[in-house]
């Protein structure tokens, strides 16, 4: 199995970048600049960025891209594609250079989701600065956060996960929408970190490509002021402040520029893997999150 580090970051599309520069400045507290190429870098640590926003007609959710931890690491990943015969395609030299890896491997999920593997980032070793004063966000070994994706093809996209990028469960969630429905199912994979998760699946389509991306600060009072900088902005609420069940976190949901949501939180559990053991578990959360806010249901923005 490929051995995954971390989420280090991911690609979002929009056809206003001002907008998002602003949401990132304004609203999430991020630096900004230019990316190589074209494009907006968003800086939340020390690395240039851990979010690419690119031009295009649609808002929506582009590629996920999962840290490898040498050039072995990722030859070795590239060897293991090939002996399953999956499909995947070599990042040329201007790609490497936008998303500033040494190397590049993208490859489709089962549900059409795409996955940048990457190792060697770069980093200009500049500090980041928070133009609204947000002090840290928890990122390091444990990546830039976690997303969740959609997975209609939910078994074959499980198992793609699981048994060749090798992400490992957490845990999981049955929705069901009505209490006559079928299940739905969700679930929340870890990678080679502490963090609770880094992925999760749901069996639904969504039209911008992710039910949402997670940031994670270090106190409850920046995620109080986050609130504040949302309302003051007019940004469009997607679920109120509460506390997960399972991984612990105490976030509200907003929505991006590129049409899904950025869960902005606190608290979240991290696990050692050899002592956790995964679980279902029934209630999206302990308190909070009304998601009737954003009109959506709970199950989908978990």
């Known amino acids: 199995m490929i051995d995954i580090r971390a989420l280090g ?11 998002w520069q602003d949401y990132a400045e304004q609203v999430l507290g991020m630096m900004t600049s230019p990316a190589p190429g074209g494009g907006l870098y968003i800086k939340m640590d020390e690395r240039p960025f851990r979010m ?18 040498s050039q072995e690491s990722f030859a070795a990943a590239t060897a293991e594609l090939d002996e399953r015969n999956i ?14 890896v040494q190397q590049l491997a993208l490859v489709r999920d089962p549900s059409g989701n795409m996955h940048e593997l990457f190792w060697g980032h770069r980093s200009d070793c500049q500090p980041f600065i928070s ?6 966000f928890m990122t390091g070994d444990m990546g830039l956060g ?13 198992a793609f996960l699981k048994d060749v990028l090798g992400f490992g469960l957490s845990d999981l969630f049955n929705f069901k929408p009505a ?26 389509p969504v039209p911008s490509g992710c039910v949402h991306a997670m940031v994670e600060v270090d106190s409850m009072s920046e995620v109080g002021r986050a609130l504040d900088r949302h309302q003051e902005h007019e940004v469009q609420l997607s679920a109120t402040l509460g506390q997960h069940l399972n991984d612990q976190m105490i976030s509200f949901y907003m929505k ?8 902005f939180g606190y608290g979240g559990l991290q696990l050692d893997w050899e002592e956790h053991s995964a679980f279902e578990f029934n209630r999206v ?6 998601f009737s806010v954003g009109q959506n249901t709970g199950a989908e923005n978990e």
């Open 9 to 19: 970051y991911y690609v979002a599309q929009t056809d206003n970048l001002k907008e």
């Open 52 to 69: 690419l926003i690119v031009e295009g007609a649609e808002k929506r959710y582009l590629a996920s891209g999962w840290e490898l931890a």
């Open 87 to 100: 499909a995947w395609e070599a990042g040329d030299a201007e790609l490497c250079d936008q998303r500033g």
């Open 179 to 204: 209490p006559d429905a079928d299940p739905v199912r969700i679930y929340f994979l870890h990678c080679n970190n502490p963090r609770h998760h880094s992925l999760a699946i749901c069996e639904f």
């Open 146 to 158: 976690h997303t969740v994706i959609p997975a209609p093809n939910f078994d074959e996209t499980y």
């Open 131 to 136: 133009p609204q004063g947000v002090p840290k």
């Open 256 to 263: 991006t520029p590129s049409g899904f949501d950025m869960e």
């Open 285 to 290: 959360s302990l308190w909070g999150h009304d």
